[in-house]
């Protein structure tokens, strides 16, 4: 039920390292995002696949991870993704790319989830590091970097406080919180 696909899919952060993703998973999460919707059809995404130790690691160092927790620099060696989606806009193609990127991210997390697996989007990049790092033609601009893996941490959702705070946290057993506002909230009746 897309309800449930939806409650699982949270942004995790902290993943089982040593617990592989297959190209073929990849493969087919990218399938997903090609036949979800594209402004006027023009297709202008590609995606760069990794789910090897080595080319994990150049990517990782071009990412910066939640910035709300300002002491924490990121996935610590164990807990970082075991593989990565970065999705790029073909710029010969087109030059405005709209949201595709976020339909097509969101298309290859809930895949993700079906699958037993947790993801985040990154969109805090290093772009020039990350544009040499992978050796990608000027062409394709980076829109984002999927994260993905096994989750390791515990992610609940917590009604926002009456102060309105809507910065997640982590309590002291490294539990991530994330509040969310309620729905008669979010909704503008006129």
């Known amino acids: 039920m897309i309800e449930e ?6 942004s995790c952060r902290r993943y089982i390292q040593d617990r592989p993703v297959t190209e073929t998973t990849l493969r087919s ?16 995404l590609k995606y760069v ?9 150049t990517i990782f160092r071009t990412l ?9 620099k990121g996935p610590a060696v164990g807990e970082r993704p075991a593989a990565y989606i970065i999705i790029v806009g073909d710029t010969e193609i087109t030059r ?13 997390l809930l895949g ?24 990608l033609e000027t062409r394709y601009e980076i829109l984002l970097a999927v994260a993905l893996g096994y989750s390791g941490e515990k992610i609940v959702l917590e009604k926002i406080a ?6 997640y946290w982590r309590d002291g057993e490294g539990a991530h919180h994330v509040p969310k506002r309620p729905l008669d909230e979010i909704i503008v009746d006129r």
Request: glycine share 8%; net charge positive; hydrophobic share 40%.
């Open 64 to 72: 910066r991870w939640a910035g709300y927790l300002k002491e924490w």
């Open 162 to 167: 009456p102060s309105g705070d809507i910065k």
């Open 96 to 108: 405005s790319f709209g949201c595709d990127h976020g339909i097509a991210a969101q298309s290859i």
């Open 5 to 10: 696909l939806i409650l699982k899919n949270r």
């Open 112 to 135: 993700a989830v079906e699958r037993g697996l947790a993801g985040c989007m990154v969109a805090s990049i290093d772009r020039d590091m990350l544009r040499n790092n992978l050796r």
């Open 29 to 44: 999460l990218v399938d997903l995002a090609r036949l979800s919707a594209s402004a006027a059809n023009l297709q202008p």
């Open 49 to 57: 696949l990794s789910c090897d130790g080595k080319k994990n690691d």
